[in-house]
């Protein structure tokens, strides 16, 4: 789950992290109103959007605008709030339709010496979190990421101790911090790495981390995500969810209890089982297919799921057929082949529908299904369910 950037900054105020004071407007009115409240003479205005990369993006309406901008009065801060709001940023992380901004960030401007990046994500391969901390803080860091990876320095830690101060002390030496700023970074990445854990995070990102010229160090951007699985633990912040922000269909999906992720090819998939699904999406591309979603029903589906598993594909425009991928373990071929006549039905299957039945009473789910006047085409092993609806799609 993300979270915009203000209410990010929100929960780092909470936690003593030290942050540069903003407001927040939904119309250019109140962005001048916010500017005048700051009380100085240099702000900067950022749209919020659930993506980074916005001090590159650009505005598909205002091209030569930038999700970022600095301003000098209220009545600039009211003309870049009036080409950000209620258009689309469009980001490396957004796609090319971008997305809407419904409201913007207004921040008080700060002396920046230095500009760091600091962020905390899983590292599944050593099972445990990681601090990575780089002197290339800023707009660029994924280009840094991939042509110079030897700077992005790199601190493991075990979620029940935390960072080590020692360990502070060696990224210091390598991001070359000294004196009061090193003080403080033993505090300030300490409370980043607690927040981590505490919050069930899957990432905290500060892209840049600023040192002042006074040897302050604080989080000038703030971006966070959490695992929706712990979220039963933080009421509180499952109520900063932003649905506005989000697949509309990935939201009905997840309503009904189905994992669905939206993609860009036009073969739609229907599985039970997350790796089965993975295998789908596959395999369709190696018989030069492309997947228009990753949607997982679960080893329980009942009816009512698979018939909203179809309204939620077929809903879709760029689907041109769809593949049906079962393994029966808990649930029974039978079962998934009857949900799929129940969901005909309901909905009506408007293209080409492959499917592969396999596992527990896989006879007679075949058998019901070929008994049946819908128009289905039968697999008999998933190479074969994948040549033929690449083949139907195309």
């Known amino acids: ?28 009115d109140e962005a001048a109103a916010a ?29 030569d605008q930038h999700g970022v901008q600095l301003v000098r009065s209220a009545d600039e801060a009211q003309q870049v709030a009036s080409r950000l709001l209620g258009n689309r940023l469009v980001t490396i992380q957004t796609g090319e339709n971008g997305q809407t901004v419904r409201q913007v960030l207004i921040e008080k401007g700060c002396d920046i010496a230095r500009e760091l990046y600091l962020g905390v994500v899983l590292d599944r391969a050593a099972a445990m979190p990681v601090l990575m901390a780089s002197t290339e803080g800023g707009v660029e860091i ?52 607690k927040m981590y854990v505490d919050l069930d995070c899957s990432l905290m990102e500060i892209n840049p981390l600023v040192i002042t010229k006074a040897g302050d160090l604080i989080a000038l951007d703030a ?34 209890g189905l994992s669905f992720v939206k993609l860009d090819g036009n073969i739609a998939c229907l599985v039970n089982g997350a790796g089965l699904a993975m295998s789908t999406m596959d395999i369709i591309k190696h018989h030069g297919g492309e997947p228009a979603n990753f949607l997982d029903v679960g080893g329980g589906a009942q009816t009512e799921q698979v018939t909203e598993a179809f309204r939620i594909i077929l809903a879709d425009p760029n689907v041109k057929a769809v593949l049906v991928n079962i393994f029966g373990g808990i649930m ?62 195309g």
């Open 1 to 28: 789950m993300k979270i915009h950037e203000f209410q990010a900054k929100k929960l780092f105020q909470a936690a003593g992290v030290a942050v540069l004071e903003h407001r927040v407007a939904k119309s250019p």
């Open 35 to 63: 500017f005048n409240e700051l009380g100085s003479s240099l702000a900067v205005v950022k749209a919020q959007i659930h993506a980074g990369g916005r001090g590159k993006g650009h505005v598909a309406e205002h091209p």
């Open 142 to 193: 994924e280009k840094v990421a991939e042509e110079t990876p030897e700077l992005i320095h790199k601190e493991h830690f075990r979620p029940g101790i935390g960072l080590q101060s020692y360990q502070i002390r060696k990224l210091c030496k390598k991001l070359a911090i000294e004196g009061p700023a090193a003080r403080m970074a033993d505090r300030f990445m300490k409370t980043i790495c």
């Open 223 to 256: 971006k966070v995500s959490f695992d929706e699985n712990a979220m039963f633990r933080h009421p509180d912040i499952a109520d900063l969810r932003d649905l506005s922000e989000e697949d509309p269909a990935e939201v009905k999906a997840g309503e009904a």
């Open 332 to 393: 029974q071929c039978t079962t998934i082949a009857q949900a799929l006549l129940e969901a005909y039905k309901t909905v009506g299957f408007n293209v080409p529908l492959v499917v592969r039945l396999e596992g527990t009473e896989v006879e007679n789910g075949r058998k019901i299904l070929a008994e049946s006047d819908v128009d289905i085409i039968n697999a008999a092993d998933l190479a074969d369910a994948a040549q033929k609806v690449v083949a139907a799609a």
